[in-house]
């Protein structure tokens, strides 16, 4: 038994759901129709060149969820996961989920979206145990402000240290399924690291390295 993580984005999902909430938001009319769809979009490229400020994105990505109340957020999030997230999990993730979870394996889902995204998400999939960017909540409102370290490329790492540290488990036979060069230091730290559906930076270096190379799609 052995410790089976998962990337979400592009992974087990077939798209970013943290793009596809920012799309969500300008279809109900909740945020700027001009500025807030430059940014999602100039954050999107910035991520899959590997140069996203992660801060400079959750300042704009977690305002949202300042800006309304938990009871609106909650619907948004059902409407979202039924229009958005349900059709794009990909049947081949699911799969790949059962084998570890039928080997006994522990799963685990670090992605560098946010907990009021990905939370629903990981329950949707079965997977008890998720390390993602944590929005900071006082008084039961959203701050718009992140706590904590976003789990984001090095922060992934540093995130899942933490995480095992409260543990009886370990990375010894680990498994980390990705689709990101933005990954390559949480990859370097498994002894099965998996290259899913890569990007052109992460099939390269997927493919120096002797590293598995698969598609879920």
Known sequence: MSLAIFDLDNTLLGIDSDHAWG??????GAVDPVSYREANERFMRDYDAGTLDIHAFLEVALKPLADNTPEQLAAWHQQFMASKIEPNILSKGEELLARHRTRGDTLLIITATNRFITGPIAERLGVDHLIAVEPEIVDGRYTGRVSGTPSYREGKVERLEAWLAH???????????SDSHNDLALLEQVDHPVAVDPDDILREVAQARNWRIMSLR
Not at 167 to 177: E, H, I, N, S
Request: aromatic share 24%; proline share 0%.
């Open 167 to 177: 543990t009886d488990l370990t990375l010894d036979g680990a498994w980390f399924y």
């Open 23 to 28: 799309e969500f938001l300008l279809e109900q």
